[in-house]
């Protein structure tokens, strides 16, 4: 079974998506800034789930130990975080969660200068490395009730089908349905999917709207 490293994995998506992986067989390293940080995050949630699942490292070693890399942070973090963890990401797929949000204004869309956070996080890590562009749309809260399938589908973006196709793995794992919405550049309007989201969560006060894609076999 393969290794995930979660960058950010002390936040909440992160945590979520780190939890229902350990449950699935998968090895859960969770990355941050801070070794102690990441340690601590782990054993909580070793914790709640009744066994020892996921370690804790600084965000560089966990990189390093890791077949697939996922990054779940804050886009003010984001350029940061991948430039600390370029060297470890080499010859690996990152899979690319951040949302372009421009606090306070989260509820609208916001294109960054790269056009997207993961076309961003491919031109900082270079052609070594391929990026995935997934789980922008899916809510921490959802993904935090460890017994339920999220009712939610994962579009998954990325220029290599072999990569496409290893992250759809990863999106079952966690209790979800993978949608091939195409090469990176399409991670423009997924990305910009996730304002709109926020949005329909106070205009109808409710907690974790998603997408589903109609028209496709259950």
């Known amino acids: 079974m393969k290794t995930l490293a979660i960058l950010g994995g002390t936040g909440k998506e992160g945590a979520g998506l780190a939890m229902r992986w350990a449950l699935n067989g998968y ?4 990355g941050s800034r801070e070794e102690s940080k990441a340690k601590t995050r782990a054993a909580e949630m070793n914790a709640e789930l009744g066994g020892d699942f996921l370690k804790g490292k600084a965000n560089a070693a966990a990189a390093a130990s890791a077949d697939i890399v996922i990054l779940s942070v804050p886009y003010s973090a984001h350029k940061p975080t991948l430039e ?4 470890q990401c080499r010859g690996k797929i ?7 949000l421009r606090p306070p ?3 609208a869309v916001n294109l960054p200068a790269g056009g997207a956070a993961a076309l961003e996080a491919q031109a900082i890590l270079g052609a070594d490395v391929t990026v995935v562009a997934a789980f922008q749309n899916v809510s921490a809260v959802k993904l935090r009730q460890l017994d339920r399938a999220v009712d939610c589908d994962v579009l998954v973006c990325a ?5 496409k196709a290893s992250v759809s793995d990863l999106v079952a794992a966690a209790g979800m349905r993978a949608i091939d919405a195409g090469p990176l550049k399409n991670a423009v309007a997924a990305e910009s999917l996730t304002p709109i989201l926020l949005h329909i969560n106070r205009a109808y006060k409710v907690k974790g709207a998603g997408i589903r894609i109609s028209g496709l076999d259950a």
């Not at 090895?27 to 969770?30: A, G, H, K, L, R």
């Not at 600390?84 to 060297?87: A, C, I």
């Not at 990152?94 to 372009?100: A, E, I, K, S």
């Not at 220029?159 to 990569?163: G, M, Q, R």
């Open 105 to 107: 204004e989260i509820m």
């Open 94 to 100: 990152l899979v690319d969660l951040t949302v372009p």
């Open 27 to 30: 090895q859960v390293v969770i």
């Open 84 to 87: 600390s963890v370029r060297e």
């Open 159 to 163: 220029d290599s089908d072999a990569a």
